[in-house]
């Protein structure tokens, strides 16, 4: 008798959703459609108008109390998301790792519940060990929010969120473009989200370019391809995003040394030479100068770097408002 | 003395009989590979026979009805961690007990752990005095190296004197290969059968599921198949030079099969645990602590070949017990222990196996009672002549509901991609004292 495959694949949790659709919690771009994605595109270019208000405040999350837990340290992450929540008038409370009670011993659950004993209504989370943002949305109260501002090497949707933003606003169209992600992507959250992202909004050519070490061990779709030779990889390449290399990278042996991968894999003004002329460059920071990307490249005039930063806070802002849009009518209904 | 039954006390008063005759009833006879329907004699509450239907019932005792139940020999396990004797808190060994007889195991086989290593005859007396009041058969596994610590063997003829004849170093890493062959030969003086789970540690360490799609998915860093695979290699090596039996237990993968095929098997046994056989790491794929085991669950392909070696008596079917309390199963996925309890699920997860045609019957007997009895040097024949002690028998409805199922099945309904579990599982077996 022959055995056939019958261990069916186990579908992905949809628990960030609602049953008519709407986001409950923001914990991965997996499963968000194009349409929605570019919905919460659009709400955050109408918050960009905000900042340059007198008042730069929105009354949409007046009210409500947004926890920012960090467990990993984070600049750029930490301080848009308290900058967005401050905009829509909400009031936040931000615990990072040497404040947390995890450090004496508390679990991550007993925490969690005393916070949400204090009556919060969204929490933003960063943390070390990918998953933890799922299981603190499985076991906060209903109604309760969760953020994934970066759960080790799984999601960083936020971000991803943000980069799709900023190709949008000096791309347009995500379809015809090609795009060109560089580095460490087997250890980065932000890759794999980028890659849902452009992929759910109809990018046909990804490209990972790395050495065997920091690619994944597997093809994540048709669309994206594994490149070896940083300068075939770029070429003809509309966007390209450089990833921030570790230094326990070289620890763990995955490469000899920085100065080789510069050599290899940096963004210099010879190895960008074969981008198309309006090509972007991109990178989700902290940047290592003169070893992901030289000085003239992160400064220079096809950087967009900046701008990314800039974006993040309209776009946290559009993550927030639409949570507790679904969170409201959800208690509504109650 | 106990039989093991799914009849209720008001089903069959069979609990307060010596001598009964169970007629029409299913036997599984895993040496002819067939089942067909026999009668069951119990004679003085101490041996069965098992007889054709036509045999006549031993006069002036009850007669019992046993149509839809299947019956044969007790499962043997090879592979199991009970808590610390010592440390309450880490569970209740009695309590786990209770859970493998009820189960349908006859014996069970406990492995040394860091916390209690078994590597002194005080620590297996403790074992034995706290298992004394469990109707089933405790062997213990002693370490291999005391208290696993990888620097000098144990006190082997002493454990010997205490009954004890396998010896493991388990998962628990040996940084001296030199050490380890030593620790071997002298295991080989005294005859030890040795046990290995084979991982290398220094390519499994900071990996927490299987390296592939699913790991890939979720930036979970992975165990690649070849800490599997290397290891093997190497303690099959180990073993040949120290001229000691070994058995490969827990294996997870395709290449390990392909592996032990090479070395030729005739002096080679090996086993997969039940989990290994029922679920991928597709189960991982919302971080589902519930499945983090050691070995880590592997591909569909994997999980294909290890059926394949089964169905062709290759392997042994293991429980891979290793209870965790809930609490550190409640946090993010690399924050929580490995392991699962698998003793009250053993049987449901086989009748699945057998539901979807994946096993037979007589596949799934010999697999768990069987071939372990064999590598436990411990077989009597007792499956052909069908006579078996009473102590060593199952009775078993393949379609009773459970009056209440474990936690852990109940949760496998809904998304878990394991649709015969929704509601389905109507297997189980009761052990009910023979007064």
């Known amino acids: 008798m022959s055995v056939e495959s019958i261990q069916t694949r186990v579908e992905r949790d949809t628990s960030q959703f609602y049953s008519d659709g709407r986001l409950k919690h923001f914990l991965t771009i997996e499963g968000i459609s194009g349409q929605k994605l570019t919905e919460l595109l659009d709400l955050a270019q109408s918050f960009l108008v905000v900042e340059h208000r ?19 340290p984070s600049t750029r992450t930490r301080t848009t998301f308290e900058l967005a929540a401050k905009r829509l008038s909400a009031d936040v409370l931000t615990i990072q790792s040497q404040d947390s009670s995890t450090r004496k011993g508390e679990s991550l659950l007993d925490m969690l519940r005393n916070l949400e004993a204090m009556a919060v209504d969204l929490f933003v989370v960063r943390h070390a060990q990918s998953g933890a943002a799922h299981f603190i949305a499985q076991h906060v109260t209903p109604n309760v929010a969760v953020v994934n501002a970066g759960d080790g090497r799984h999601a960083h949707p936020t971000q991803a969120l943000l980069d799709m933003f900023t190709i949008r606003h000096f791309k347009g169209d995500f379809i015809p473009l090609r795009v060109a992600i560089v580095g460490d992507i087997m250890h980065s959250r932000v890759a794999r989200s980028q890659v849902q992202a452009l992929l759910a909004l109809g990018v046909q050519d990804i490209r990972l370019i790395a050495p065997k070490t920091l690619l994944p061990r597997t093809r994540w779709h048709p669309n994206v391809s594994h490149e070896w030779e940083l300068q075939h990889g770029l070429k003809d390449v509309d966007v390209v995003i450089a990833l921030r290399l570790q230094n326990e990278r070289m620890q763990a042996g995955l490469l000899p040394s920085p100065e080789e991968y510069r050599a290899l894999y940096g963004l210099t003004n010879d190895s960008i030479k074969v981008l198309k002329k309006d090509a972007i460059i991109m990178h989700p920071g902290p940047i290592n100068r003169g070893v992901e990307m030289d000085s003239d490249i992160a400064d220079g005039a096809r950087s967009v770097i900046l701008d990314q930063v800039h974006f993040g806070i309209a776009v946290r802002m559009a993550i927030l408002s639409k949570l507790m849009e679904g969170s409201d009518r959800e208690a509504a209904k109650l | 003395m106990k039989i093991a039954s799914t009849f209720n006390q008001s089903d069959f008063q069979i609990h307060h009989v010596q001598t009964a005759t169970i007629q029409n009833i299913v036997w599984v006879d895993s040496t002819a590979n067939t089942v067909k329907p026999a009668n069951l004699l119990i004679r003085d509450g101490k041996k069965i026979e098992v007889v054709s239907v036509e045999t006549a019932p031993l006069k002036n005792f009850p007669v019992i009805d046993g149509k839809g139940y299947i019956a044969c020999p007790a499962w043997w396990d090879l592979a199991s961690t009970l808590p610390d004797p010592n440390n309450p808190s880490s569970g209740n060994v009695e309590a786990e007990l209770k859970l493998a007889e009820e189960g349908g195991f006859a014996q069970v086989t406990v492995w040394p752990t860091s916390s209690y290593p078994l590597d002194t005859p005080a ?3 403790l074992l034995q005095q706290t298992a004394k009041n469990s109707a089933l058969m405790v062997t213990p596994i002693v370490a291999l190296t005391r208290g696993l610590a990888g620097e000098r063997p144990s006190d082997f003829a002493a454990l010997k004197k205490e009954g004890c004849f396998i010896t493991t170093q388990s998962s628990v890493p040996m940084t001296d290969l030199r050490v380890q062959a030593r620790c071997l030969e002298y295991a080989a003086t005294h005859h030890l059968k040795v046990f290995f789970q084979s991982i290398e540690s220094s390519l499994a360490v900071g990996g927490y599921m ?16 070849m800490a599997e695979t290397i290891a093997v290699m190497r303690d099959l090596e180990l073993a040949k030079h120290a001229e000691v039996q070994p058995h490969i237990s827990q294996i997870s993968c395709e290449r390990t099969l392909n592996l032990l095929h090479s070395y030729g098997s005739e002096n080679i046994s090996a086993d997969v645990s039940i989990f290994h056989l029922c679920f991928t790491e597709q189960q991982l794929i919302n971080f589902d602590s519930r499945f983090r085991v050691t070995p880590p669950l592997r591909t569909e392909s994997d999980r294909l070949a290890l059926i394949a070696a089964v169905r062709d008596g290759q392997l042994a079917i293991s429980s891979g017990h290793q209870p965790r309390a809930t609490t550190s199963k409640m946090a993010p996925f690399a924050n929580t222990a490995s392991g699962a309890a ?13 539901r979807r045609g994946e096993l037979s019957w007589p596949q799934w007997v010999k697999a768990t009672s069987a071939l372990p009895r064999k590598i436990l040097n411990n ?34 309904g809904g998304d878990s991609g394991i649709t015969g579990f929704r509601g389905k599982v109507k297997a189980r077996v009761r052990l009910i004292p023979l007064s």
């Open chain 2, 342 to 354: 698998t003793f009250d699920v053993f049987l449901a997860l086989g009748c699945e196996l057998i």
């Open chain 2, 379 to 412: 077989y009597t024949k007792s499956e052909e002549t069908t006579y078996l002690a009473l102590d060593d028998f199952c009775l078993i409805d393949p379609d009773a509901q459970w009056d209440k199922l474990p936690e852990f099945l109940q949760s496998l």
């Open chain 2, 210 to 225: 299987h390296e592939g799609e699913v790991s890939d998915i979720l930036g979970i860093p992975g165990i690649p198949v």
């Open chain 2, 123 to 125: 620590e297996v007396r």
């Open chain 1, 54 to 72: 007198a008042i730069k405040k929105v009354p949409l999350l007046r009210g409500k109390t947004l926890v920012n837990l960090f467990f990993e």
